[in-house]
């Protein structure tokens, strides 16, 4: 066992208490009538409730450990993320929110493929839906795997394993019921945890915002146990990492408009009961979502001080390195143990194990809907009836689920916020512009649609995992922003080009129809 390890007994508890209270809601949610009360809770959430939800299923670990995390590791090009996340949601407000809980469906491939009456964009759909999913289940495992280890000093594949079968069991028992009811709980969890961060360094130890960055500032030298050269006034200013403005602009462009894109965000404005309901919802998020992302750069900025002045604040060798080792991901717990010992720790754990399950359960109902409803159901037998594919849904969640082991596997050497910062280019690539066109723009064509699914998905794959292959020119920290803006391209150049050739035949037949659906007064 690592030399200075104790076992954090009241994080076992919290956490216990938290999986607990886990298993009774699945228990008593684990009858799903239909597909619709498995996947959309039957479309009675409440506003509020819901908010809570959304906000618990978006500040995953890439929020709750991420955006700290980065903080730490670079300073005030950290900040972009949490500004990029929080924005992202006014954009979705403005125009998404309430247009598509009128419209009325399940996913995010149902709303392509019945406004263009496409079952090739539907299948494009889904399979933007599984891109954008499993990278983003990636870091979220990545977090787990990390928490786990520090918690019970575990290997880091063990912890993967243990945290993939909980979160399966219960999405695939309980569906969007018990998981709402469980998001609800963990949001306030994981931001009374971030809230007491916060507090207690600023308000019991008087570290001002401004004293931390003056000190950071002012710090050139080694940096403690690594021994490292560190240079505060490089990290303290702009482009400290993101060195030109091209790779600026391209990561705020995902951040911001990727949160539009998110299948497991857009699925949840379905469950609302109405348009009016949906648009409250995101207001909720965005007052609970702005409160956290003002603590947590916050609180990265605070340990990095704490870990340059090392013995000067009493933080012990066990803790420093851990901040060295793994400080890009732990920042968060190796703060709530310097400032609050084994409780502030236990509360931050628990904090940050909710992140986690709420955000991987939001994903695997988003992916078997994806294969479920989308695929199986739609594409190849769309007379199935109802228990058939409630029953379908949860085999598609047990799939979904485990193909969390080898996701975490393979993101162990990666920083979370930045892992989820690439799954936010692939929404704001692929499904952003192809929902905002075709909500808002009438002579979008099927064809558009689809080249617009194309360009986003195989454009976003190429400038991400075949990064290597391009020119200098092409080659991003984040490709969102530059692919979302050659998708917009796709789309409005293929649909101009067929109704150019082809008319009014080139649209839906009901497109007027459909336009009145989402931009006119609520139905009862």
Same mark, same amino acid.
């Given at each position: 066992?690592?030399?200075?390890?104790?076992?954090?007994?009241?994080?076992?508890?919290?956490?216990?208490?938290?999986?607990?209270?886990?298993?009774?809601?699945?228990? &008593?949610?684990?009858?799903?009538?239909?597909?619709?009360?498995?996947?959309?809770?039957?479309?009675?959430?409440?506003?509020?409730?819901?908010?809570?939800?959304?906000?618990?299923?978006?500040?995953?670990?890439?929020?709750?450990?991420?955006?700290?995390?980065?903080?730490?590791?670079?300073?005030?090009?950290?900040?972009?993320?949490?500004?990029?996340?929080?924005?992202?949601?006014?954009?979705?407000?403005?125009?998404?929110?309430?247009?598509?809980?009128?419209?009325?469906?399940?996913?995010?491939?149902?709303?392509?493929?019945?406004?263009?009456?496409?079952?090739?964009?539907?299948?494009?759909?889904?399979?933007?839906?599984?891109?954008?999913?499993?990278?983003?289940?990636?870091?979220?495992?990545?977090?787990?795997?990390?928490?786990?280890?520090?918690?019970?000093?575990?290997?880091?594949?063990?912890?993967?394993?243990?945290?993939?079968?909980?979160?399966?069991?219960?999405?695939?028992?309980?569906?969007?019921?018990?998981?709402?009811?469980?998001?609800?709980?963990?949001?306030?969890?994981?931001?009374?945890?971030?809230?007491?961060?916060?507090?207690?360094?600023?308000?019991?130890?008087?570290?001002?915002?401004?004293?931390?960055?003056?000190?950071?500032?002012?710090?050139?030298?080694?940096?403690?146990?690594?021994?490292?050269?560190?240079?505060?006034?490089?990290?303290?200013?702009?482009?400290?990492?993101?060195?030109?403005?091209?790779?600026?602009?391209?990561?705020?462009?995902?951040?911001?408009?990727?949160?539009?894109?998110?299948?497991?965000?857009?699925?949840?404005?379905?469950?609302?009961?109405?348009?009016?309901?949906?648009?409250?919802?995101?207001?909720?998020?965005?007052?609970?979502?702005? &409160?956290?992302?003002?603590?947590?750069?916050?609180?990265?900025?605070?340990?990095?001080?704490?870990?340059?002045?090392?013995?000067?604040?009493?933080?012990?060798?066990?803790?420093?390195?851990?901040?060295?080792?793994?400080?890009?991901?732990?920042?968060?717990?190796?703060?709530?143990?310097?400032?609050?010992?084994?409780?502030?720790?236990?509360?931050?754990?628990?904090?940050?194990?909710?992140?986690?399950?709420?955000?991987?359960?939001?994903?695997?109902?988003?992916?078997?809907?994806?294969?479920?409803?989308?695929?199986?159901?739609?594409?190849?037998?769309?007379?199935?009836?109802?228990?058939?594919?409630?029953?379908?849904?949860?085999?598609?969640?047990?799939?979904?689920?485990?193909?969390?082991?080898?996701?975490?596997?393979?993101?162990?050497?990666?920083?979370?916020?930045?892992?989820?910062?690439?799954?936010?280019?692939?929404?704001?690539?692929?499904?952003?512009?192809?929902?905002?066109?075709?909500?808002?723009?009438?002579?979008?064509?099927?064809?558009?649609?689809?080249?617009?699914?194309?360009?986003?998905?195989?454009?976003?794959?190429?400038?991400?995992?075949?990064?290597?292959?391009?020119?200098?020119?092409?080659?991003?920290?984040?490709?969102?922003?530059?692919?979302?803006?050659?998708?917009?391209?796709?789309?409005?150049?293929?649909?101009?080009?067929?109704?150019?050739?082809?008319?009014?035949?080139?649209?839906?037949?009901?497109?007027?129809?459909?336009?009145?659906?989402?931009?006119?007064?609520?139905?009862?």
């Amino acid at each position: 066992m690592e030399t200075g390890y104790q076992i954090p007994f009241t994080a076992l508890v919290l956490i216990g208490c938290m999986l607990a209270f886990t298993v009774v809601t699945t228990f &008593m949610f684990r009858r799903q009538k239909t597909s619709a009360d498995y996947y959309l809770a039957g479309r009675k959430v409440n506003s509020f409730i819901n908010a809570s939800a959304i906000s618990s299923d978006y500040l995953s670990a890439a929020s709750f450990l991420g955006v700290a995390g980065v903080a730490f590791l670079f300073g005030f090009d950290g900040i972009i993320y949490a500004l990029g996340f929080f924005v992202g949601y006014i954009a979705l407000l403005l125009f998404l929110a309430s247009p598509l809980r009128k419209f009325g469906r399940y996913t995010v491939p149902d709303f392509v493929s019945e406004r263009f009456h496409s079952k090739r964009a539907r299948i494009l759909g889904v399979i933007g839906v599984l891109f954008v999913s499993l990278f983003y289940m990636a870091p979220q495992m990545l977090g787990a795997g990390k928490v786990m280890g520090l918690l019970l000093n575990l290997e880091y594949e063990t912890s993967i394993v243990i945290i993939a079968c909980i979160i399966t069991l219960y999405v695939t028992i309980g569906g969007m019921k018990a998981t709402t009811v469980n998001q609800l709980v963990q949001f306030w969890i994981l931001f009374g945890a971030m809230f007491l961060l916060a507090f207690i360094p600023f308000m019991v130890k008087g570290y001002t915002y401004t004293e931390v960055v003056q000190f950071i500032h002012g710090f050139k030298g080694a940096e403690p146990v690594t021994g490292q050269a560190f240079d505060g006034a490089a990290y303290t200013a702009p482009a400290y990492w993101l060195t030109n403005l091209k790779d600026t602009l391209s990561l705020l462009l995902a951040l911001m408009f990727g949160t539009a894109g998110l299948p497991h965000i857009l699925v949840r404005f379905y469950t609302a009961p109405d348009g009016r309901a949906a648009r409250k919802t995101v207001i909720y998020v965005l007052l609970l979502i702005g &409160m956290f992302y003002i603590l947590s750069p916050y609180v990265g900025h605070v340990i990095r001080y704490a870990f340059l002045r090392g013995e000067a604040m009493g933080v012990s060798p066990h803790l420093m390195h851990w901040l060295a080792d793994n400080g890009k991901n732990l920042a968060v717990p190796v703060a709530g143990s310097y400032f609050g010992g084994q409780l502030l720790l236990g509360i931050v754990v628990a904090g940050a194990f909710a992140a986690i399950l709420s955000t991987v359960a939001g994903l695997i109902i988003a992916c078997a809907g994806a294969i479920g409803h989308d695929l199986v159901v739609n594409v190849f037998n769309p007379d199935m009836p109802e228990r058939s594919r409630v029953t379908v849904a949860r085999i598609a969640s047990i799939i979904v689920g485990l193909l969390g082991i080898p996701l975490g596997f393979w993101a162990e050497s990666m920083q979370i916020a930045v892992l989820v910062g690439l799954a936010f280019a692939i929404a704001a690539s692929t499904f952003f512009p192809v929902l905002v066109m075709g909500v808002w723009w009438p002579k979008m064509t099927k064809n558009g649609a689809c080249a617009g699914l194309i360009t986003g998905i195989t454009g976003s794959f190429f400038m991400i995992l075949g990064k290597g292959l391009l020119p200098g020119f092409l080659q991003f920290k984040n490709p969102g922003g530059f692919v979302m803006i050659l998708t917009f391209i796709a789309i409005y150049a293929v649909s101009k080009m067929e109704y150019a050739s082809k008319g009014e035949a080139a649209l839906p037949p009901d497109t007027a129809e459909v336009m009145a659906i989402l931009h006119g007064p609520e139905t009862a």
